[in-house]
């Protein structure tokens, strides 16, 4: 595919429409370019105004600096005391990974990804141009203010049929191959099991400058653009307890180019396990099924993914907050769909699976007004397991799904292992000291890293753990799993030291019960039919 680079002053322009209310938009122009430090955006406007607001709050603009004289930007409004009609802004990379939130802008060796919505403003509507320098090139080639962006050297493009890949100058070869090949051979596995031509070009950009603190993160934008951002250094041989979900990575992120674009998701921000485990567990099918990964992977990501929805949900009543941030939205959403593939294959003697469910509710949403929570559930059985999860007492949920589960083929044995005692007392230390939910924590290259937010007490900050009572609970955690239950037994302060050398003494008054981890034993054979 030719690029649309003509010139050192070329200009590539895209087009983005915010949708209009009753009166007429006002319109501007925003023009974006490299610049020592980031990116460097313009905003033109129609008629001078002494406030704009930017249209998507939850951009992180922290690092966004005006650089024009006598504008101030705070919370996302840019206000000066004079009427002004152009406005500038350095926008510098992310400093950090947030939950669910769009990176701002993002480093891919000396290029840079740069999300178009963020760059909307309230009430106008706008025309984004690009203005490369020799040497680069931008992707995609239409309506990218919808989206990621890259601008950045045109060397760092692949462009394949199916699709352009820009791949980091650090980044090592084997995970680009990893990445790229994953990236077209699950285009083709989605494109034969759910239909539907893409209506773009995707892009798959890999870079390895991520500012963490999780190890790898993904995200797809409308316009097709799948962003993979590995933080550290090792990636040339990752660390063993990344290998394997490494290699589902990038399938769960094309799953997306399915479930997620082109077609409506009604409960996105309320339920976005739907969203995530359909793409996890699509992944994890797609992937056992082209000889990615083996039975044995198989089995281990879903005992994981089982005891981390027992540890999210324990045996409390349904509560939908818990399944709306955090590890807990993947591990039960792929419970989930386990649980329904299991169900549809049992019940066809094998001629359905989840990726027939999937293309029902995907070809409906598309012709009607989106697909939800309801749609999907409406497609299961009236007695299915999903059931028991969601809507059956929390005191029954583990037992019953057992059973359930044993129905359906599989038999599982209690087994914890070093992650499940990790898991239980960090889980357990965080419930006894945020408020709100949705916490956890991340194993980066430095050791394991706290997400708590600003509402965990002494906890708060997302510090990165040295000790917990003396112990390294990346390195020890059963031994630390111990100590910290002896303290919690006694309803004692359980004592943290972080790796900046602050020690604070976080509460504990609730009894840490030892956890009950699964190991999935036998299980029917996933890898299904490719067409």
């Known amino acids: 595919m030719k690029s649309n680079l003509t010139g050192g002053l070329a200009a590539f322009v895209l087009a983005f429409g915010v949708a209009a209310p009753a009166q007429a938009q006002q319109a501007a122009t925003i023009e974006a370019r490299t610049a020592p430090g980031g990116v460097a955006v313009t905003w033109r406007l129609a008629q001078p105004t002494n406030q704009v607001v930017f249209l ?3 951009i992180i603009r922290s690092l966004w600096t005006v650089t024009t004289p006598g504008l101030t930007l705070a919370d996302g409004v840019v206000t000066s005391e004079r009427p002004f009609d152009t406005f500038e802004i350095l926008i510098s990379p992310d400093a950090a ?3 669910r939130v769009y990176m ?3 480093r891919v060796g000396a290029g840079h990804v740069l999300y178009g919505p963020g760059l909307a403003l309230k009430g106008m509507d706008a025309e984004l141009t690009f203005r490369p320098v020799e040497g680069e090139t931008t992707l995609p080639e239409a309506e990218a203010i919808k989206g990621y962006a890259y601008v950045g050297p045109e060397e760092a493009v692949t462009r394949r049929a199916g699709g352009a890949a820009v791949i980091g100058a650090s980044v090592p070869a ?6 790229g090949d ?3 051979a699950a285009q083709g596995f989605y494109g034969a099991r759910l239909g539907r031509d893409l209506p773009y070009k995707p892009v798959l950009v890999v870079t390895t400058d991520s500012p963490g603190p999780t190890t790898f993160r993904g995200d797809v934008t409308d316009t097709g653009v799948i962003a993979l951002r590995f933080y550290g250094t090792s990636w040339d041989s990752p660390p063993e307890e990344v290998t394997g979900p490494l290699s589902t ?4 992120e094309t799953f997306h180019l399915w479930n997620g674009h082109g077609v409506i998701t009604k409960d996105g921000d309320t339920a976005p396990w739907l969203h995530e485990g359909g793409a996890e567990y699509g992944a994890l099918v797609a992937a056992a099924s082209s000889g990615v990964i083996d039975d044995a992977q ?9 005891n981390g929805c027992r540890s999210a949900l ?6 939908p907050r818990r399944l709306r941030s955090g590890s807990a939205v993947y591990d039960c959403g792929v419970v989930i769909q386990w649980i329904a593939d299991l169900e549809a294959r049992q019940a066809s003697d094998g001629r359905r699976d989840i990726f027939d469910l999937w293309k029902t509710l995907l070809d409906a949403g598309r012709a009607g007004n989106g697909y939800g929570v309801a749609d999907f559930r409406a497609l299961l059985p009236g007695d299915s397991g999903v059931s028991i999860l969601l809507d059956g007492p929390g005191v029954d949920r583990w037992s019953g799904l057992e059973t359930r589960l044993a129905t359906l083929g599989v038999t599982l044995e209690d087994k914890p292992g070093r992650d499940d005692y990790r898991q239980a007392a960090l889980f357990h230390l965080n419930d006894q000291n945020c408020t709100g939910g949705g916490t956890g924590f991340y194993r980066n290259p430095e050791g394991i890293k706290l997400d708590t937010g600003d509402r965990c007490g002494v906890l708060s900050g997302a510090p990165l753990l040295a000790s917990i009572e003396d112990h390294d609970p990346y390195a020890d955690p059963e031994t630390m799993f111990f100590a910290v239950q002896a303290r919690c037994a006694q309803n004692l302060s359980v004592r943290y030291r972080f790796a900046d050398g602050r020690t604070v003494e976080a509460v504990c008054e609730a009894p840490l019960p030892t956890p009950k981890a699964w190991a999935v034993t036998t299980a029917p054979i996933l890898a299904t039919r490719s067409t």
């Open 56 to 58: 998507d709050p939850d």
């Open 97 to 99: 990974e947030v939950d």
């Open 104 to 106: 701002g802008l993002t």
């Open 174 to 179: 084997s995970l680009s191959t990893l990445m």
């Open 182 to 184: 994953g990236f077209l």
């Open 249 to 252: 990575f990038v399938w769960h």
């Open 298 to 306: 198989v089995k281990s990501s879903l005992a994981q993914r089982l």
């Open 314 to 319: 324990e045996d409390r009543d349904y509560n």
